[in-house]
């Protein structure tokens, strides 16, 4: 199948894009193009095209609005330091897309539609990426059914789009300590559940807790296990990692995903790159009173969240509804910054891709000078 490219006839003008990258909080400034297929059972997967950013027409009894049958990811293409542009790992996206889209019935996408749609949309809005390090293009998937109807059985007919981002970090340009809320009340997801899966149901299911997270004066949720509320599993939307010891005694933990947790590519990136950096790193659970008196006890001396979105986000301080306790200095431990600059070194090219984790854009260039 051949994407077709049918861009805008007039791209906004450079002082416009500068205007709306200036300080761009996270999902907000969305470039000119996207991407579009389609998918029905006579022909498909079909009418690829890349086009204007545009809203869409969509019928009252669209499956993906009643019954939730939306996948999707999230990852992102960087500027390099020879100027062109790379995108992190895309085929591990690629590969945990078609396992979520498995999970809820839904088409899955070929690699190489998903590949060659990353490489138009990065490359035909490249320009909107400032030469800034701390910036990069955040590339959102997603699929959804969208025949029109209201039965309740999988949709026949579904629709795949492609939306990038200019963003910061997560929590903004700095990688700031962030406080937690441990939620006892609410549960992210079950065994056999859609945890391991990323689709909407999951994140709208979390935005309680969240909001409680933030009414705490915390920046987010951390959930435990739905049978014991007891066992670490993740961070809102991120995975998280324990340090134990420091110096040459410094080691990792990071809870299992057993399919209740998603399994984070910058988590499995974290998993690669400690042993290389001399950091033994293990998956074990990590139960909440491990946590605390870890902590009050000095054996645990960092934890950290990662993901797309967050990168590697330092957690300082935890509370629940009963106590509150600081991790390590509360600042960003020695472990945190050293993990948080190599994986940052490897998506920017500043280091050798020895894994084969970047792939190239082709017919991206580098920004002129001071220009978006």
């Not at 209740?260 to 990590?286: M, N």
């Not at 990168?311 to 600081?326: D, F, I, K, L, Q």
């Not at 910054?337 to 998506?347: D, T, V, W």
């Amino acid at each position: 199948m051949k994407l077709v490219r049918n861009p805008a006839a007039r791209p906004l003008p450079a002082d416009e894009r500068a205007r709306r990258t200036a300080a761009p909080a996270f999902g907000t400034v969305l470039t000119e193009h996207m991407v579009s297929a389609r998918h029905d059972t006579t022909h498909g997967w079909h009418d690829a095209r890349l086009e204007p950013y545009a809203p869409l027409s969509l019928d009252p009894a669209t499956v993906g609005l009643h019954y939730g049958q939306v996948v999707f990811e999230g990852l992102k293409a960087f500027r390099t330091e020879d100027g062109s542009l790379a995108v992190f790992r895309p085929e591990d996206h690629a590969r945990r897309l078609r396992e979520s889209a498995r999970r809820l019935m839904v088409p899955e996408l070929p690699e190489e539609l998903f590949l060659e749609s990353v490489d138009a949309l990065v490359a035909q809005d490249q320009a909107w990426l400032p030469d800034d390090p701390d910036m990069s293009l955040y590339l959102r998937p997603v699929v959804f059914a969208s025949e029109a109807t209201l039965a309740l059985r999988p949709a026949h007919e579904y629709r795949y789009l492609l939306l990038a981002c200019v963003t910061e970090g997560y929590f903004g340009r700095a990688q700031r300590p962030v406080r937690v809320w441990v939620t006892e009340e609410f549960s992210r997801a079950a065994p056999g559940g859609t945890g391991a899966a990323k689709c909407a149901g999951n994140y709208a299911a979390g935005l309680l807790a969240q909001e409680t997270a933030r009414a705490h004066g915390c920046d987010q949720v951390v959930w435990l296990d739905a049978a014991e509320h007891r066992w670490v599993e993740e961070m809102g939307g991120m995975n998280l990692f324990f340090v134990f010891g420091t110096g040459d005694d410094a080691r990792l933990v990071t809870p299992p995903l057993g399919g209740t947790i998603l399994p984070g590519v910058t988590r499995d990136s974290i998993l690669r790159l400690a042993p290389e950096l001399g950091l033994p790193v293990a998956e074990a659970p990590v139960s909440l009173e491990e946590w605390r008196k870890g902590c009050e006890a000095g054996e645990i001396t960092e934890v950290f969240a990662c993901g797309t979105a967050a990168r590697v986000s330092p957690v300082n301080e935890v509370c629940t509804a009963e106590t509150s306790w600081t991790v390590g200095e509360g600042t960003m431990g020695a472990v945190t910054a050293r993990l948080s600059r190599e994986l940052f070194a490897i998506q920017r090219g500043a280091v050798p891709d020895r894994r084969g984790w970047l792939r190239a854009v082709p017919g991206t260039v580098p920004a002129p000078a001071g220009a978006v």
